[in-house]
């Protein structure tokens, strides 16, 4: 089952716009984590957001976490067009060794 | 930090053939190991995760089956394929802190 459902699927921007993806998710969770996917690689960790955390920065990534809402933003500022690719939302199920993906939004960005 | 390493980076195999994937791990000891499949364009899926040698834990059904042979080590198998194996097969490892670590992945395509 998916506990990560991102928003929207698919999103093409030009070069110095900002890309918001959002991400909902169902059950309690500790932690909500950010991926990346360039087109047929390995998925590379962006950010992790704590359950106790609201917002948290890194670099050009601002996320965000709203448990009451059960949802997360990614937040990309000045798009660049080496940003083109899929992100992913995820989060380790309560209890378990497990870490659930979203179905993903494949970011494009136009130069 | 840890590395996983996967190989073949693609498979083409005919329907009815095995499989053998192997994933490794270096830089840590006693990890949690993770096989995904990804369909074009879509999610990831979990299809085994294992806490130890010898032990492992299906997902979910299908004509697949893994192995921990070794603790850093992480095998996974078919008897014979299906033209529904065919996918983007990632291995993934928890840090003690942090995002997890992928593998650059195995796109196998059962023809």
């Known amino acids: 089952s998916q506990q990560g459902e991102e928003d929207p699927q698919a999103l093409s921007i030009q070069e110095g716009e900002n890309a918001t993806m959002n991400c909902s998710y169902k059950?309690?969770?500790?932690?909500l984590q950010w991926y990346r996917q360039n087109s047929g690689r390995g998925l590379v960790h962006l950010i992790l957001i704590r359950s106790n955390e609201r917002e948290k920065h890194s670099g050009r990534l601002r996320v965000t976490l709203d448990t009451s809402k059960k949802s997360s933003s990614l937040l990309i500022t000045a798009s660049r067009a080496a940003d083109t690719a899929s992100y992913f939302c995820a989060t380790p199920l309560a209890g378990y060794n497990k870490l659930i993906f979203g179905a993903g939004t494949r970011l494009a960005v136009h130069p | 930090s840890q590395t996983i390493h996967q190989w073949p980076a693609t498979l083409v195999q005919p329907v009815g053939s095995p499989l053998s994937l192997e994933c490794t791990v270096e830089g840590t000891s006693n990890p949690n190991l993770y096989w995904y499949r990804q369909a074009a364009g879509r999610g990831l899926q979990l299809l085994f995760y294992?806490?130890?040698?010898?032990?492992i834990s299906s997902e979910v059904p299908q004509n697949l089956s893994a192995s921990r042979p070794q603790d850093r080590q992480f095998i996974l198998s078919s008897k014979k394929l299906l033209l529904s194996d065919s996918g983007f097969y990632l291995c993934a490892c928890p840090p003690p802190t942090g995002g997890y670590t992928f593998g650059s992945g195995t796109r196998l395509t059962v023809v």
């Open positions: 294992s806490v130890g040698i010898g032990q």
């Open positions: 059950t309690s969770i500790n932690n």
